[in-house]
Nanobody, 121 residues
Framework: QVRLVESGGGLVQAGDSLRLSCTAS????????MGWFRQRPGTEREFVAG???????YFADSVKGRFTISRDNAKNTVYVQMNSLKPEDTAVYYC???????????????WGQGTQVTVSS
């Protein structure tokens, strides 16, 4: 069992930056592939960014060039740095963990509770 806790959400203006953190319980964090997803009002949860256990990163086209993802295995934490935020980035952001790289929501085994990001225009 893995417990994930996100933090760092908030209300920002368009063009601002925000960094979300996700801290995992347990001793196997370095073995997990981690993903960030978001759910905008009235839409399905969608992939945003992912990082493999070996720190290979990948992104949705909608955030490529604006978001970066990193991990600190000593702190059991994965981060997503969100720059040049747009109103359409407004969503609840979730982190998730699994063994093996994936962009598919239904393939992730463990999820955090989510953190709200609101970008005003």
């Amino acid at each position: 069992q893995v417990r994930l806790v996100e933090s760092g959400g908030g209300l920002v203006q368009a063009g601002d930056s925000l960094r979300l953190s996700c801290t995992a319980s347990g001793r196997s964090f370095s073995s997990y592939d981690m993903g960030w997803f978001r759910q905008r009002p009235g839409t399905e949860r969608e992939f945003v960014a992912g990082i493999s256990w070996s720190s290979r990163s990948y992104f949705a086209d909608s955030v490529k060039g604006r978001f970066t993802i990193s991990r600190d295995n000593a702190k059991n934490t994965v981060y997503v740095q969100m720059n040049s935020l747009k109103p359409e980035d407004t969503a609840v952001y979730y982190c998730a963990a699994r063994y093996g790289v994936s962009i598919h929501t239904d393939e992730y085994s463990w999820w955090g509770q989510g953190t709200q990001v609101t970008v005003s225009s």
